[in-house]
């Protein structure tokens, strides 16, 4: 095949052996997308073709072009735009639905609270009063560090009200990541909780807030705190500290008028990790991104205003951003919020809130069905889970095990599975298959989806055969795309483009492979970055906070291809490698980064496998914790340490 792009219509041609699953003929019937026609007017009409995307969204002022690639690789959408996403999100369902709920809230305690879209106007605008009243002004930074609770959303939509960027900060990591991304986005306000439950425990957020403001350079201007806890921790507030309640109180009733946002101007930025140890700030702008993530959420997991949709990520990523807050609020659905872990109080939770709901559209991470399936079908199938129409993952790569699963045990063997490929820089779904047109491969992401052009090409930009392994590009500008970094103009280059022959490629940084059809199976990160629990982590961040522990002199971390942290660790020969600095390494990391960075294990040996340059071998490693046959190991500088490493694990494990 000479085209190896990615374009997803070829979906005849069906390779030995490998199970395709059409879409189920009721659900086509249906669905909002069940016109194959859509790829190729994406094809032939080219950027236009997302008007379609915008058109989902009200706008204040027409955008004047759909396009501006005069200066690639900084693109803008819809240029000369104007809208509020606060406005799309809630204002604009007032006329329809004003009763219809909005967020359908469960704590961890059992607690359940419900907002409809009059509700929701109501806290998102006295909010935005009092944000405005605290001193909050149009493109000032505010920084949101919460779990996940309905003050959450209703804050990121306040800021999004009066203009003001959010910058969330996942609540579980610690108090030095939240200075540093205070700092990096140059952010002035904070709003977090005096806690949440931990499993059983109350667990007290604010002193991290405390000690991140200790820590970080600059000095907030003000902090608001949510009162999550009540009774079970009393925190005190300092003079420039406010209650959430008391803001919201004193101007309750009151509107604030939703501030037209230029389409380019910024709506939120996200610190994720990227290719040096220091995370980087990912710019969404307001137009673009709103816009591919309301048709994503509308045309790949067939959301309707009709729908219960639960989307199961934490909105302290990504995921949260675009699919559990934005995607279903544009479309003035029913969204779940649940705070808990899945399996607290029991493993019957996730099960019972499909149930309870009546949930119709599902959206979680591999790593999330893999402990569902560990558990075993007995919990799903003790329930009725007959609401569910479509599922959908995100994150990793799932195996066509786990996709039958899942689609057997929650989606009644009916439901289509969507395995959608993103990342927090393309701010919405790229790949993934439209479920009431293309056909379905277990395993494998879909194709691109219209108007997204990706590639599998090898070093030089040229595509590679089918099968063959290469590198996941994207060839050409799309809405939901990063506006920019944080760190400026250059390090966004640097870090994403390469200019070809024939124009600008974007870099995914992922590995991957293409069919025939064009389907795409994603093999892992090219870069030094690792995915485990649906979550990128930096390599270079994780093996410097282990170095820093007092003992260590060399670390290595890989990700084991089964959502979980190994860490391959040299002590001092004067050390003892004992299960105190076990212990020891993961506190450091749990500090420096969080909770969700303990490595799952820590392996100790003599010496590192390097390259005779000195690199570290990092596949290798990958390799041996996955359990997995490697390659020749003659072109290592120390090839006699594999050896002692295998042991290592093997006697670890
Ligand atoms: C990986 C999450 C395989 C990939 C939305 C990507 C996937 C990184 C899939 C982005 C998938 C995401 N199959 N791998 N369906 N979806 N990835 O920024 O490596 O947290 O580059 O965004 O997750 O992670 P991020």
Known sequence: MEDAGVDGRQTGVIADGETVVDPPRDFCERAVANDEGVYDAFESEGPAAWERAAALLDWETEYDQVLDD?????????????????????????????????????????????????????????????????????????????????????????????????????????????????????????????????????????????????RADADLDAAVVVDRLGDALAVSLGSDEHAYGDLVDAHDGETVEPVARDATDLLFVMYTSGTTGRPKGVEHATGGYLSHVAWTTRNVLDVRPDDTYWCAADIGWITGHSYGVYGPLALGTTTVLYEGSP???????????????????????????????????EYPDAHDLSSIRLLGTVGESITPKAWRWYREHVGGGEAPVVDTWWQTETGAIALATLPGITPMK??????????IDARVVDEDGEPVDPGEPGYLTIDSPWPGMLRGLREGDERYRREYWIEGEDGWRYRTGDGAAVDEDGYVTI???????????????????????????????????????????????????????????????????????????????????????????GKIMRRLLEDIARGEEFGDVSALRNPEVVGEIESAVREDA
């Open 70 to 214: 005069g200066d690639p690789p900084f693109y803008e959408w819809f240029t000369g735009g104007e809208l509020n996403a606060a406005a799309n999100c809630v204002d604009r369902h007032l006329e329809d639905r004003r009763n219809q709920l909005a967020i359908r809230w469960f704590g961890k305690r059992g607690e359940r609270r419900s907002y409809t879209y009059l509700d929701l106007h109501r806290e998102v605008n006295a909010f935005a009063a009092g944000l405005r009243d605290l001193g909050v002004e149009e493109d000032d930074v505010v920084t949101l560090y919460l779990p996940m609770i309905p003050e959450l959303p209703i804050a990121m939509l306040a800021c999004a009200r009066i203009g003001a960027p959010h910058n969330v900060v996942f609540a579980g990591l610690s108090a030095e990541a939240l200075a540093t991304r205070i700092d990096a986005a140059d952010s002035s306000y904070l709003i977090t909780c005096d806690g949440y439950y931990r499993r059983e425990d109350a667990f007290n957020q604010k002193s991290k807030a405390d000690n991140a403001r200790l």
């Open 343 to 377: 399996d607290y109080p029991d493993r019957e939770r996730v099960w019972d809130l499909i149930e309870r709901n009546a949930v119709t559209v599902f959206y979680t991470s591999p790593t999330a069905i893999r402990s569902f399936m560990k558990w075993g079908a």
């Open 523 to 613: 093999l892992g990160r090219v870069d030094d970055v690792i995915n485990v629990r649906a979550r990128r982590f930096n390599t270079a961040e994780l093996e410097a906070a282990i170095v820093d522990t007092d003992g260590v002199t060399e670390a290595a971390v890989v990700g084991d291809g089964d959502g979980r942290i190994v860490a391959y660790v040299t002590t001092r020969s004067d050390v003892d490698p004992d299960d105190r600095l076990r212990d020891a390494i993961a506190d450091g990391l749990a500090d420096s980064i969080g909770d969700v960075a303990r490595p799952d294990r820590i392996v100790f040996t003599p010496d590192l496998p390097k390259t005779r340059s």
């Open 442 to 451: 277990p395993g494998k992401v879909g194709p691109s989806l219209p108007g």
